[in-house]
Structures are given as C-alpha cells and as structure tokens.
C-alpha cells in the first residue's frame, strides 16, 4: 500500500468519524424533537377532547359519533371510540400528510417517542386518544437522509481533495529516496532537479552539492591513480610528483572531512528534523525521512573510510607513532583474525614530513600485502631509532614469496615504495623469514634530535 492510499485512509477515517459524530447528534435532537412534539400535541387533544367529549356524551353515542366524524383527525394523535361492551364504533381516518411513506421502522424506533395514550369515560363507552407520532418520523427521516447524503458529498469532495494534495506532498520524498539510491549503486552523477518544500528543497540542495563534489573528488583521485601509474625511474622526478600526489591527497581528504562531511550531516539532521515533525502526522513521511538519515549515515562512515587510504590525517595532527597506532587498530578492526604486535621507541630522534610519510606509507603497504598475498594471521611491526636513522620492520608469518614475485605488477606498490625511500636516501629491504613468512625493512635517515632542533 502507498503512503498516500495510507494517508487519504486515515483522513477517510477521521471524516467519517467526525460526520458519525455529527449524524449522531442530528438523531439525538430528532428523537428528543419527535417526542416533545408528540407528547404535547396528545396532552393538548386529550385536554380539549375531555370537555367537548363529556358534553357530546351527555347526548347519547350518537351525539359522539357525529362530533368525532365532524372533526376527523387531530394531528398526532388517532381517536378511537368504543361502546359500553368495549366494541369499536369509530376510529379516526389516516393521515393525508405524506400519506404512504413512512420512516424505517428502524429509524422509527430510534428516534419514536414512547405510546402515549389518555381515555375519555362516559356512561355509553370511552374514548381513547392514542398518541400517532408517525408524521414527524417522516419529516425527521428525509432531514437526516438530506444530512446524510450532503456528508457523503463532503466525505467525497474532502478526500478526492487530501488525495491530491497528499501526492504533490510526498513526492519530493520519493525522488530523494531514489536518487540516494542511485549514488548508492555507483551513479555519481545522479542530480535532483528542484524539489517543492523548504525542507524538501534544502536536502535536493545539499545533495546536488554532495554529488558534485563527490563527482570532483573521484576525477582528482583518478588523476592521480594515473599519475602513480606513470612515474619515471627518475629520482627526482619521482620525488617532484610524488610531493604533489600526496598534497592532491591531502587536499581530497581535508576536504572531504570539512565540506562533503559537512553536507552529509547537514542532510541527515535535516532528514531527522523531518520525521520528528511528522511522526504522529504521517508515520510513511517519518520512515521515509529516517530511510534518508539512515543513507546520509552510511555515506558518511564510507567517506570517512576512504580518507585514512586518501592520506594519514593523523600523521599530520599527532606525528608517526599516533598514525601507526591508528592504522593497526584500524586494521585489527576490519580484520578480527588478524594480530598486530606494535613496537615504537623513537626515542629523540625527529623525522622530516616526507620521511615520516614514506614508513607510514611502507607500513601500509606492507601489512596490506602481508594479509591479502601472505595471508598472514600475525604481524609484528617494529619502529626504532639508532645512529641517526630511523627503521622500520614488519615480519609476518604468512606464505612468503619467491623472488620473481616483486617483478609482478601486483606488487608495483612495493618497487614505488623502495624508489621513494632510495629517493629520501634511505634503504628498502624485503626477504622471507624461516620457517616460513616474509620481513620488510626500511631505514630513513632523521633529521636531528629533539635537542639539536629545538
């Protein structure tokens, strides 16, 4: 069932109970109308017909016969007269108002007033007024068939109007859903056209700049995948392009972080703001708005997984030791299999930004290599200083490799790693350990002491 068939439901539902309501209170005025109409025409008939019927009595039957005969009927009430032997000798004719209609006799019993009936005795016989509220029944039965069906016509109108209405409501509701869908499948270049709403257009709006600068971001991360791809075996060239690599990274990363990261929360706050403003209104809106916060979310953990491969912001903010820390947690998270022992003593040695950033980059790598070609189940990762330089170690006990395995392109992050470390002077070493696994070794000279630079 669609929200708007449920909205225009609840709103069927909460129109006929109000035109119920209304009805019910029209019957209950009809019922107390008929009978107080009733009761007071019989009480005055029979007031009347007391002095004129003992009067008439006094005559002789006849006398009586020939007055009812002149007078015929009284409203709301059926005369009846009997003989001394309580046979029938006149009763009054049917009513000419509406003749042959009368009410349901349902209706009748809800609205019809209890029998009110007075005798008149005299010598002859007795004369009975019989309250006949059947006239009024009629009138009260078409008023409440005319308020019926003028209901059914607004119930009509009201819900043929809800219904469109309804449609044009939630319809910028759909297209969110569905281009959130669409990102979520790999279409980046999904954009919302302008959405009805001040809420509604505010999430089209922050979307369309989420798309656009995710459109940007991957260009800029494609340009500089195929940058990596084609380094040449020159040195300083390598190390030219290989500064500015890492500033495109680092500019990617930061603004993922800042601006993209900014409008993903800013569209999830305001997709919940939506669902708490609708949760007793329209619960459809409320889970469609939370489907929207619950996109917006998984987004942002996925932005926020790509930027660590981006570049270390970590690195930058809390030196190599916090970053290595970070790695390996982050690691043991996304692989609970996998044991990590880390080891940092740096004592007062000082790295320079780009050395700091190549034994990130070679730990990385390395522990990469070590569970996806290693299949390694434990690692241990060794960072020390000693006579001016700084070593990094990463031993595994996974398969190892053969010699020729380094000339495959599946390990060309290893050969870019030993150019950027040969390129900073340091050395890069990689060998398999006995009884079976693999060792990485790689040693970067410091820039001085925290003494000497101070």
Same mark, same amino acid.
């Given at each position: 069932?669609?929200?708007?068939?449920?909205?225009?439901?609840?709103?069927?539902?909460?129109?006929?109970?109000?035109?119920?309501?209304?009805?019910?209170? &029209?019957?209950?005025?009809?019922?107390?109308?008929?009978?107080?109409?009733?009761?007071?025409?019989?009480?005055?008939?029979? @007031?009347?017909?007391?002095?004129?019927?003992?009067?008439?009595?006094?005559?002789?039957?006849?006398?009586?016969?020939?007055?009812?005969?002149?007078?015929?009927?009284?409203?709301?009430?059926?005369?009846?007269?009997?003989?001394?032997?309580?046979?029938?000798?006149?009763?009054?004719?049917?009513?000419?108002?509406?003749?042959?209609?009368?009410?349901?006799?349902?209706?009748?019993?809800?609205?019809?007033?209890?029998?009110?009936?007075?005798? %008149?005795?005299?010598?002859?016989?007795?004369?009975?007024?019989?309250?006949?509220?059947?006239?009024?029944?009629?009138?009260?039965?078409?008023?409440?068939?005319?308020?019926?069906?003028?209901?059914?016509?607004?119930?009509?109108?009201?819900?043929?109007?809800?219904?469109? @209405?309804?449609?044009?409501?939630?319809?910028?509701?759909?297209?969110?859903?569905?281009?959130?869908?669409?990102?979520?499948?790999?279409?980046?270049?999904?954009?919302?056209?302008?959405?009805?709403?001040?809420?509604?257009?505010?999430?089209?709006?922050?979307?369309?700049?989420?798309?656009?600068? @995710?459109?940007?971001?991957?260009?800029?991360?494609?340009?500089?995948?195929?940058?990596?791809?084609?380094?040449?075996?020159?040195?300083?060239?390598?190390?030219? %392009?290989?500064?500015? %690599?890492?500033?495109?990274?680092?500019?990617?990363?930061?603004?993922?972080?800042?601006?993209?990261?900014?409008s993903v929360t800013a569209m999830r706050s305001?997709?919940?703001?939506?669902?708490?403003?609708?949760?007793?209104?329209?619960?459809?809106? &409320?889970?469609?708005?939370?489907?929207?916060?619950? &996109?917006?979310?998984? =987004?942002?953990?996925?932005?926020?997984?790509?930027?660590?491969?981006?570049?270390?912001?970590?690195?930058?903010?809390?030196?190599?030791?916090?970053?290595?820390?970070? =790695?390996?947690?982050?690691?043991?998270?996304?692989?609970?299999?996998?044991q990590i022992a880390l080891d940092v003593d740096?004592?007062?040695?000082?790295?320079?930004?780009?050395?700091?950033?190549?034994?990130?980059?070679?730990?990385?790598?390395?522990?990469?290599?070590?569970?996806?070609?290693?299949?390694?189940?434990?690692?241990?990762?060794?960072?020390?200083?000693?006579?001016?330089?700084?070593?990094? &170690?990463?031993?595994?006990?996974?398969?190892?490799?053969?010699?020729?395995?380094?000339?495959?392109?599946?390990?060309?992050?290893?050969?870019?790693?030993?150019?950027?470390?040969?390129?900073?002077?340091?050395?890069?070493?990689?060998?398999?350990?006995?009884?079976?696994?693999?060792?990485?070794?790689?040693?970067?000279?410091?820039?001085?002491?925290?003494?000497?630079?101070?």
């Amino acid at each position: 069932m669609s929200l708007r068939l449920k909205i225009n439901l609840i709103v069927v539902a909460l129109t006929f109970v109000f035109a119920s309501a209304i009805l019910a209170l &029209e019957l209950r005025s009809m019922r107390e109308s008929v009978r107080e109409e009733t009761a007071a025409a019989n009480r005055v008939a029979s @007031l009347l017909l007391q002095g004129q019927a003992l009067r008439y009595a006094a005559q002789g039957t006849p006398a009586m016969l020939a007055f009812l005969q002149s007078i015929g009927r009284i409203r709301s009430n059926d005369l009846t007269l009997f003989d001394a032997q309580g046979r029938e000798l006149y009763r009054s004719p049917p009513p000419t108002y509406k003749a042959g209609r009368d009410a349901p006799e349902w209706f009748s019993a809800l609205v019809g007033p209890t029998t009110w009936e007075q005798s %008149i005795l005299f010598p002859d016989g007795k004369l009975v007024v019989q309250a006949n509220p059947s006239r009024a029944e009629v009138d009260a039965w078409d008023y409440m068939s005319s308020l019926a069906i003028g209901a059914l016509v607004f119930l009509v109108v009201v819900n043929g109007l809800v219904f469109w @209405l309804v449609g044009r409501t939630v319809r910028p509701l759909g297209q969110i859903v569905h281009a959130l869908n669409e990102v979520q499948g790999g279409r980046f270049d999904t954009m919302l056209p302008p959405l009805a709403g001040t809420e509604a257009a505010a999430i089209g709006a922050a979307f369309n700049r989420m798309v656009r600068d @995710l459109q940007g971001h991957i260009e800029t991360e494609r340009r500089a995948i195929r940058a990596e791809s084609q380094l040449s075996d020159s040195r300083e060239l390598s190390r030219w %392009i290989d500064k500015h %690599i890492e500033a495109e990274r680092r500019m990617i990363a930061r603004e993922l972080h800042d601006e993209l990261g900014q409008s993903v929360t800013a569209m999830r706050s305001m997709a919940l703001s939506i669902a708490s403003r609708v949760r007793s209104l329209d619960p459809q809106s &409320e889970q469609a708005a939370r489907l929207i916060a619950d &996109e917006s979310s998984r =987004l942002y953990d996925a932005m926020h997984g790509i930027i660590p491969r981006l570049t270390p912001l970590v690195l930058d903010n809390f030196g190599l030791a916090e970053a290595l820390n970070d =790695l390996v947690e982050r690691t043991q998270r996304t692989q609970p299999d996998v044991q990590i022992a880390l080891d940092v003593d740096l004592a007062d040695a000082v790295l320079g930004a780009d050395a700091s950033l190549a034994l990130y980059r070679a730990a990385q790598e390395g522990i990469t290599n070590a569970m996806r070609h290693g299949k390694a189940a434990r690692l241990r990762l060794t960072l020390q200083s000693s006579n001016g330089e700084v070593r990094l &170690e990463l031993v595994d006990d996974g398969a190892g490799f053969a010699p020729e395995d380094l000339q495959r392109s599946g390990h060309h992050g290893l050969r870019w790693l030993a150019e950027r470390v040969q390129a900073l002077g340091g050395a890069f070493e990689i060998d398999n350990v006995q009884p079976h696994g693999a060792r990485l070794q790689v040693r970067v000279p410091a820039v001085g002491t925290k003494e000497t630079t101070t």
